[in-house]
C-alpha cells in the first residue's frame, strides 16, 4: 500500500464552530489519507509549529469568523519562513469570493465553500500532490479552481 | 539517514527522520531513555493526562516528546488522529515534541515502527518519552515491547478494566492511574480496583489525579521514577522478545515465497518454521 498522506486540518481564528471541519476530516480519513486534527482556537504558530511536528504534506485551514483574511496568509508566510514552503495549504468555511485572489496570491492554493463535496476535496489533494510546485512557498500561480 | 539537523535541534529534521522510520527505514539506538507507556480505554482521560505530564517534565526544564498512537481505518486505510486536541502545550512549548502515529497495516494497539521511532527520539537527545496508545485487550500490550514503565488509566464510571477482559495485564502495569479524582466516585472506583488487586502478589501503586484541575500530578510524576529504579519484569522482557519475534518474521526476506508455498500446500507449518530459520 502507498505511504498516506498526513494532512493537518486546522482551525485558526476565534469562532468555535468546528463541524465543517470535522465532516472533512472525516472525509480525508475515508480516502486513505492520516488527518491530524487540532482543534479550536490555534494561532498561526501553533499550527505552523503542527505542521512541523507531524511532518505534514498538506494543511487544510477553516474559518467561519472572518479571520481568513489576516489569519490564512499569516500562516503562509510563517510556513516560508520556517522551511516548509513545500506544505500545500486548503481553506473552507466561509470566504466572500472577492476575498479569494489574495488568498491566491498568498500561497492557499484551494478554496472550499460550504457544501464542497468531498470529492472535489479529493481531486484537489490528488492533483496537488502530484505536482511539484503546489506548495504555499512555491513561485508558481497556479490554484484549484478558477 | 542524516540525523544531524535534528541533533543541533531543529524540529523539521527530527520530524522528516521519524517519518523515514515510519515508513520503514529500519533504525536502533544505544541511547538510553525513560519511556513511559500510557494506556487505558477510550475516554479515560489518556491525552489530558499526557498533557499534563508534559507539561510537569518541562517545567523542571526537561524535554519530553510524546508519540499518540491511534488505529488506521482497517478499510480506507486512513486515520483520524485527534489527540492534539488535548495536548496545546505541546504546541506551545519547545521543551515539548509531539507527534501521532497511525498503526498503519499492523494489527496491534502499537506498530512495530514505534521501537524505530524511539529510538530516533533517543539519538536526538529526546530522553524522556511518553507513548499514548489506546487499549484494545491483548493487542495493548504490545506497548511493554517498547516503554519502560506502563501506565494503565481508569475514570469514574467507565467500568474498570482490571475486572474483566485484562486478565494478565497486572503482569505488565507499573502504576494505575485514576484519572477525574474532580469526579464523583473517583474514591469507589480506586477502591475497588485496589481490592482487585489484593488478591494478587504483584503489588501496584492506584494513584488518583485530575488531568482537568492538576491535582496529583506531581506524586505521579515522583511515582514514575521511582517504578522506573524499579527494572523491567519477565513478563515485560517476554513481551519485548515476542515483539521483536514478530517483526523478525514480518521482515523475513522469503517470507513470501514461503506463504507461497503454504498456500498451495507444498509444505506444512513445520516445514516453514524450519524454512524460516534457514534450515529447510
Ligand atoms: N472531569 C474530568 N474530565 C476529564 C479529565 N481528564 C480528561 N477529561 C475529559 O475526558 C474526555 C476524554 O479525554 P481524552 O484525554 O481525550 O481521553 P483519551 O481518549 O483517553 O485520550 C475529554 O472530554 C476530557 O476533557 C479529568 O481529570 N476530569
Ligand atoms: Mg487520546
Redesign the interface.
Known amino acids: 500500500?502507498a505511504?498516506?498522506l498526513?494532512i493537518v486540518i486546522a482551525k485558526p481564528g476565534l469562532d468555535g464552530h468546528d463541524r465543517g471541519a470535522k465532516v472533512v476530516?472525516?472525509a480525508?480519513?475515508?480516502?486513505?489519507?492520516?488527518?491530524?486534527?487540532?482543534?479550536l482556537r490555534?494561532t498561526p504558530?501553533?499550527?505552523v509549529?503542527?505542521v512541523?511536528?507531524?511532518?505534514a504534506q498538506f494543511l487544510g485551514l477553516s474559518s467561519l469568523s472572518g479571520a481568513h483574511a489576516h489569519l490564512f496568509p499569516r500562516v503562509c508566510k510563517l510556513l516560508q519562513e520556517?522551511?516548509?514552503g513545500h506544505v500545500i495549504v486548503f481553506g473552507g468555511g466561509i470566504i466572500p469570493t472577492a476575498d479569494r485572489p489574495a488568498l491566491f496570491e498568498a500561497g492557499i492554493k484551494a478554496i472550499f465553500g460550504p457544501g464542497t463535496s468531498s470529492n472535489q476535496i479529493n481531486d484537489f489533494i490528488s492533483t496537488a500532490a502530484a505536482k511539484d510546485d503546489a506548495g504555499c512557498g512555491a513561485e508558481s500561480d497556479w490554484h484549484w479552481g478558477d | 539517514m542524516d540525523l544531524d539537523k535534528a541533533r543541533e535541534g531543529s524540529?523539521?529534521g527530527l520530524?522528516?527522520a521519524?517519518?523515514l522510520v515510519e515508513?520503514g527505514l529500519p533504525f536502533s539506538t544505544e541511547e538510553e531513555g525513560d519511556v513511559i507507556g500510557i494506556t487505558g480505554a477510550p475516554g479515560v482521560g489518556k491525552s489530558c493526562l499526557v498533557d499534563q505530564l508534559a507539561q510537569a517534565y518541562a517545567r523542571n526544564g526537561e524535554k519530553v516528546a510524546i508519540l499518540a498512537v491511534d488505529p488506521?481505518?482497517p478499510i480506507?486505510?486512513?486515520?483520524?488522529?485527534?489527540d492534539?486536541?488535548?495536548m496545546?502545550s505541546?504546541?506551545?512549548d519547545d521543551l515539548i515534541?509531539?507527534?501521532?502515529v497511525?498503526t498503519?497495516?499492523e494489527s496491534g494497539a502499537v506498530p512495530s515502527v514505534v521501537a524505530d521511532m524511539v529510538a530516533v527520539l533517543k539519538e536526538c537527545g529526546w530522553k524522556r518519552i511518553i507513548i499514548e496508545t489506546v487499549g484494545s485487550g491483548q493487542a495493548e500490550f504490545r506497548i511493554a515491547a517498547v516503554a519502560d514503565t506502563i501506565m494503565l488509566v481508569e475514570a469514574p464510571g467507565m467500568g474498570d478494566a482490571i475486572q474483566s477482559e485484562k486478565a494478565g495485564i497486572v503482569e505488565l502495569v507499573d502504576i494505575i492511574v485514576v484519572n477525574k479524582s474532580d469526579l464523583k466516585g473517583a474514591d469507589e472506583t480506586a477502591a475497588n480496583i485496589n481490592s482487585a488487586l489484593s488478591a494478587g502478589s504483584k503489588s501496584i501503586p492506584v494513584m488518583q489525579v485530575s488531568s482537568h484541575t492538576g491535582d496529583g500530578i506531581t506524586y505521579l510524576v515522583q511515582a514514575i521514577d521511582e517504578v522506573a529504579d524499579s527494572g523491567i519484569s519477565r513478563a515485560q522482557w517476554q513481551e519485548r522478545l515476542a515483539s521483536q519475534w514478530m517483526r523478525k518474521m514480518s521482515h523475513h526476506p522469503n517470507l513470501d515465497s514461503i506463504l507461497d508455498k503454504l498456500e498451495s500446500s507444498q509444505i506444512s507449518i513445520k516445514e516453514a518454521i524450519l524454512l524460516m530459520e534457514g534450515k529447510e
Open positions: 500500500m505511504t498516506p498526513r476530516a472525516r480525508l480519513r475515508d480516502a486513505g489519507h492520516e488527518v491530524i486534527y487540532t482543534g490555534r504558530e501553533q499550527i509549529r503542527t512541523i511536528d507531524e511532518d520556517s522551511d516548509v | 524540529r523539521l520530524s522528516q521519524l517519518s515508513n488506521s481505518s480506507s486505510g486512513g486515520a483520524l488522529l485527534g492534539r486536541l488535548r496545546e505541546a504546541d506551545l515534541y509531539m507527534r501521532s497511525a498503519r497495516g
